[in-house]
């Protein structure tokens, strides 16, 4: 900046050099400023597309599982995300990165009509590939050899048998985003197991933009109906709402509650002994393991799962480990 | 007129910027990313992330040499792209039939947008910002409410039918159909500005409209016809990417508006109106993809993306403002 200004007066074509100079430099060392590996390793090149904005929290532990190993391994490894939600701009993203022929590429796949064609065209390109976070169900299909995150169904029943190992008779499954297929099927797991377990659960759905709203319905909830003992949310914004109806009720009245995912508010509510457990899909991993899966397979072509879904959760913060989880959440691993 | 005329012999230094800027581009990514940028597949990528803005980019040139903005250009293609699949995928409409439809609703939108600047002389940096909520709101709850989401696949044209071959094939070289939409465009566009009556209008409306009025020239027509024309791109660009992407989401062309706007400043257009070219927007667009695809190549972090493009925005404009300058002695 101030080199800029103690050139001011100069023709406003140097000025004009200058600037493109400027945008030249930022450039050069924005790519030049990670570590060089000196080993074998150092021509692995993997990159990494996400569907995950910048700015949100779970994604950035995601990209710091992506540099940490890229890290501990001694490849490269290039984090990239549109700002916005924007699978068009993924795809036209991956086109470039096949031109690029990296070693190995990881894509989420949040909308696979989108994605699929340029997703097939890596393959073809011989270029190994793996999904994270969303897509397991088409993963296979497109000729992705392994997908890595959480199957939510599963989860849920996961939760659902711990719900019901900590004594639940009738739960409130509370839906925030009534719509979204994910979430429709951790409530089914969750219910699932609750009747295997011969307990009985129902669906109530609230509104994530209005958390006012929410509180008022989930209290409605267990006053209108007396004989529900527990509670699961299915996110933070869920859970939250939550914490602040169920202070509005009858002290008297032990709720079991516990929720899908991690926000510091959860966590201390865990801490607290407020909530019994939180439902934990471990995404620093999903940055984490493509990375160290796509190097052993250049350098070996072996893969674990056999074109399998590798689980990253469901993983459970309880009483025990909230606290842990907590610093390790400020440090954007957890 | 007259600032027009004055430049008019000379007009084709307007795109000098914008043509240096596309070279020193290209040269810095050939250097950083090396030969995955250069090569072929490196060029049909930049090419094809281009081409969808360059389809609104060069519309939206004849409208801010017209005077007016259009913001609501992105919603536009958010509204379109639903539309198309509550039709054709949610009510079994048959894809021909589900065309003109949309066509006619970008059509009203921009008429409205027109009408709504020319009756009011509000500006229409305002008028179409409420259209751009509107329309995005429109998107977003009307599809919740018909098909209970907001991402809709699966619009099922086959591949080597007409309407694939049409929108969603690809040309050779890995080129995407939707670039070859937006050379014809570009020809069309830039014919119209720099050879027709039409052409002529638009630079005089956007020049000095009352000295335009009082020479004839139907001010209210040609506005509302641009603010039609760049609701008309917008509904190509969302048919285009519907049937390439088997399907739409109600976020569809989110930010496309300002991307526009900068492809067309980039590209040497006034934001003032009444002086700007075709080929300069459609030079800022190719400028815009070979930014985007280059980061990606260099392996930095897309963050940069931003950072680097609001760098060469102001380039750009200090880059016009002194060749301006130049040729006419004036800023």
Known sequence: MTRISSVSKHSPMNRRILMVGAALGILASACTSEAQPTDERAGIRIAVVTHGQSADPFWSVVANGVRDAAADLGVRADYQAPTRFDPIEMSQRIEAIIAAKPSGLVVSIPDAAALSAVIKRAVAAGIPVISINSGADVAASLGVLVHVGQSEYEAGVAAGERMAAAGAQHALCVNQEIGNAGLDQRCRGFGDALARAGKTSKVLGVELANPDDARQRIAGAFRADPGLDAMLTLGPTGAEPALGALQQLDSARSIRFATFDLSPRVLEAVRDGRMLFAVDQQQYLQGYLPIVLLTKYVETLALPGGGKVIATGPGFVTRETAARVIDLSARGIR | ?331
């Open chain 2, 1 to 331: 007129m007259a600032f027009a005329e004055a430049v008019g012999p000379r007009r084709f230094l307007t795109e000098l910027p914008a043509l240096g800027g596309a070279l020193i581009i290209w040269s810095l990514f050939a250097i950083l990313a090396g030969p995955a940028f250069m090569g072929a597949q490196g060029a049909a990528a930049y090419l094809n992330a281009a081409a969808p803005l360059g389809i609104i980019a060069v519309v939206v040139s004849l409208l801010m040499i017209g005077g007016e903005f259009d913001l609501s250009v992105g919603s536009t293609i958010g509204l379109c792209g639903m539309a198309l699949m509550l039709l054709v995928g949610q009510a079994g409409w048959p894809f021909w039939a589900a065309l003109p439809v949309i066509f006619a609703l970008a059509g009203a939108v921009g008429f409205i947008n027109g009408w709504l600047v020319v009756k009011t002389g509000l500006p229409s940096f305002l008028v179409t910002l409420a259209m751009l909520f509107v329309g995005r709101g429109l998107t977003i709850a009307g599809t919740r409410r018909l098909a209970g989401r907001t991402q809709l696949g699966g619009l099922g044209v086959r591949d080597g039918s007409l309407a694939h071959t049409l929108f969603g094939s690809d040309l050779p070289g890995g080129l995407h159909v939707t670039t070859a939409w937006w050379i014809g465009l570009v020809i069309i566009a830039g014919w119209c500005l720099q050879r027709s009556r039409f052409g002529n209008w638009v630079f005089a409306v956007g020049g000095h409209a009352d000295a335009a009025r009082n020479a004839g020239v139907p001010v209210a027509r040609v506005k509302i016809t641009l603010f039609m024309a760049t609701a008309m791109a917008a509904a190509l660009v969302a048919l285009l990417q519907a049937v390439r992407y088997d399907g739409a989401d109600a976020l569809r062309g989110e930010a496309m508006e300002f991307r526009a706007i900068v492809a067309v400043v980039i590209g040497g257009t006034l934001l003032t109106g009444g002086y700007g070219t075709v080929l300069g927007a459609a030079l800022g667009a190719l400028i815009f993809g070979m930014v985007q695809q280059g980061i990606v190549l260099t392996g930095t972090d897309a963050d940069w993306f931003q950072v680097l493009l609001g760098v060469l925005l102001l380039v750009a404009v200090l880059a016009n403002h002194s060749l301006r300058k130049r040729l006419l002695g004036t800023a």
